[in-house]
């Protein structure tokens, strides 16, 4: 079974710049989770999808972080313009359902913001 | 809202030593609890879990007990290898679940 896949594994912008990342969930799972890892915490969920739906987005800095999961497979989170204090990793996660399933993780991207 | 609050680290423990990771929750009703590891260089992984006071959860010889007196589920291990260093991260909640800020544990052969 093909774990979660995410891309780039790396990425490096300017500030104010705008970067996008990709998230392929295991097969059949429902929903989704983006995450975001800064050094030395745990992660801090940014916003869960069920299927194509939003059920919390409530940690998600919407002014300039933007997500969506057309047609309930892959999605995108997508900052525009980035700042500093967003250089971090962020991970996405699919489980087979909500709430108490176990997620499973991809590798993540590690994002530096110059 | 939820919760959960985690032995602070960096840990250092030499092989075969005893291993407690504390890890305490705060949250309305019987929120579910786990533990998830990451390895160097790999993604997160669950390490195992529980659904209920008195559950204990176990793998590769990790335990933790679901206490719901004590709102813990402290990770043990009664005797860890050099294979067991990672961080560790406690994750708890009902519908909505938090990680704490991980641990990190280094064992020295």
């Known amino acids: 079974e093909a774990g979660v896949a995410q891309s780039p594994r790396y990425k490096i912008i300017e500030k104010r710049q705008s970067v996008a990342f990709w998230c392929n969930p295991i097969?059949?799972?429902?929903?989704l989770y983006w995450y975001q890892q800064i050094l030395g915490q745990g992660p801090k969920l940014l916003i869960q999808?069920?299927?194509?739906?939003?059920?919390?987005d409530s940690q998600l800095p919407k002014d300039r972080f933007s997500a969506e999961r057309l047609k309930g497979v892959d999605s995108t989170l997508k900052i525009q313009p980035a700042k500093l204090e967003d250089s971090a990793v962020y991970l996405c996660?699919?489980?087979f359902g909500r709430g108490l399933h176990e997620q499973y993780f991809g590798p993540g991207t590690r994002l530096t913001v110059t | 809202g939820n919760s959960v609050t985690q032995m602070e680290g960096p840990v250092t423990l030499s092989e075969e030593a005893f291993l407690t990771i504390n890890c305490t929750y705060t949250?309305?009703?019987?929120?579910?609890l786990f533990w998830y590891v990451q390895y160097p260089g790999e993604g997160l992984q669950l390490l195992l879990k529980?659904?209920?006071?008195?559950d204990k959860g176990s793998n590769k010889g990790f335990e933790a007990t679901y206490r719901k007196e004590t709102t813990s589920f402290h990770l043990e291990k009664g005797s860890v290898q050099v294979s067991d260093s990672a961080v560790y991260f406690c994750?708890?909640?009902?519908?909505?679940?938090?990680f704490g800020t991980g641990t990190r544990l280094t064992i020295i052969p």
């Open positions: 996660a699919s489980s």
């Open positions: 097969s059949g799972h429902a929903t």
């Open positions: 999808f069920q299927n194509n739906g939003v059920v919390d």
């Open positions: 949250a309305t009703g019987y929120p579910s």
């Open positions: 529980a659904t209920k006071a008195d």
């Open positions: 994750m708890g909640g009902n519908e909505k679940l938090t």
